[in-house]
Nanobody, 123 residues
Framework: QVQLVESGGGLVEAGGSLRLSCTAS????????IGWFRQAPGKEREFVAL????????HYADSAKGRFTISRDNAKNTVYLQMNSLKPEDTAVYYC????????????????WGQGTQVTVSS
């Protein structure tokens, strides 16, 4: 059974930075597509970024481009989401998720999910 554990969330002022981590266990991490999603109160879960086994393959939501960077360390079974220039609208619970096969920005395509980590950006 694949398990994903997020960490690194917290409270930060607008313009600040946070780095989220997603550590996987129980599976062959390097074959996964790992995605980051977020969900704000009263809103639907939305795609943020993803990375394939090849570190050259990444995709970002428009809201994340230029501010967020996704990376992975297969030796540590960990994916990172570096978030810079944070805005109050980035406030949400951030989830990492894993799937096999092709990349996808649809949360329904992801089979494995972490418990989420809260990110709060104050204005």
């Amino acid at each position: 059974q694949v398990q994903l554990v997020e960490s690194g969330g917290g409270l930060v002022e607008a313009g600040g930075s946070l780095r989220l981590s997603c550590t996987a266990s129980g599976g062959t991490f390097s074959v996964f597509v790992i995605g980051w999603f977020r969900q704000a109160p009263g809103k639907e879960r939305e795609f943020v970024a993803l990375i394939r086994r090849s570190v050259d393959t990444t995709h970002y939501a428009d809201s994340a481009k230029g501010r967020f960077t996704i990376s992975r360390d297969n030796a540590k079974n960990t994916v990172y989401l570096q978030m810079n220039s944070l805005k109050p609208e980035d406030t949400a619970v951030y989830y990492c998720a894993a799937k096999f096969g092709s990349v996808s920005s649809r949360h329904s395509d992801y089979r494995y999910w972490g418990q989420g980590t809260q990110v709060t950006v104050s204005s």
